[in-house]
Structures are given as C-alpha cells and as structure tokens.
Nanobody, 127 residues
C-alpha cells in the first residue's frame, strides 16, 4: 500500500507563490509516476501537471504553463509543485496522485490512471 501526504497549501494574494509537497511512502522501490490534480468548487477535477517516474519529462495544463513547475526527489519519494504568479482562478483543492510505473518515460494525465491519492490541500488565491 502507498500513502501520499500533502502539505503546503494556504491562502495567498494574487501574484504570490506557494509550494505544495507530496511525500510517498509504502514501497521500497519507489518508482511512481505522479500527478497533481485540482478541483475547484462546483467543477470537475482536472489535471494540473503529470510527471514521469524519472522526473525527466512532464505535462502541464495550458492554464498553468510558465507559472507552475513540478520537480521530484526520488531519493525522498517526494514531488513538489512550485506555483508562481497565482491567480484567483487557481483556487481549488489540490491532490497529488501516484501510480507504480517502472517505465521512466511514461506519465498519465487521466485521473483514472492513478491508484493512490493524497488527502488534498486547499489553495486559495485572493484578488
């Protein structure tokens, strides 16, 4: 079983920055393709970024390109989401997700492809 623990959400003014952290535990080999999703009130969950196990490549939603950056520390089984130039429309609950994946070049942008989910972190951007 894999556990994902998120941290780093909060309240920030428009134009500000936050960093979300997702730490994975439970698998010694720790090869996870990981993603960040968000769900705003009254809306469906959407992908924000998806990255490969190796961290060498990633997919970014158009709405966050140039503002958000994903990084991974495989030694710590941790993925980070650096969010800059935040906008009120970024307000949502952010979830990290993981899937065991031994192929280093594969990422997943569909939430149904993930097996494990974090508890969610609220990000609120005020105007």
């Amino acid at each position: 079983q894999v556990q994902l623990v998120e941290s780093g959400g909060g309240l920030v003014q428009a134009g500000g920055s936050l960093r979300l952290t997702c730490a994975a535990s439970g698998r010694a080999d720790g090869r996870y393709a990981m993603g960040w999703f968000r769900q705003a009130s009254g809306k469906e969950r959407e992908v924000v970024v998806a990255t490969t196990w190796s961290g060498a490549s990633a997919y970014y939603a158009d709405s966050v390109k140039g503002r958000f950056t994903v990084s991974k520390d495989n030694a710590k089984n941790t993925v980070y989401l650096q969010m800059n130039s935040l906008k009120p429309e970024d307000t949502a609950v952010y979830y990290c997700a993981a899937r065991i994946e031994y192929r280093g070049s594969v990422y997943y942008i569909n939430d149904k492809d993930y097996d494990y989910w974090g508890q969610g972190a609220q990000v609120t951007v005020s105007s």
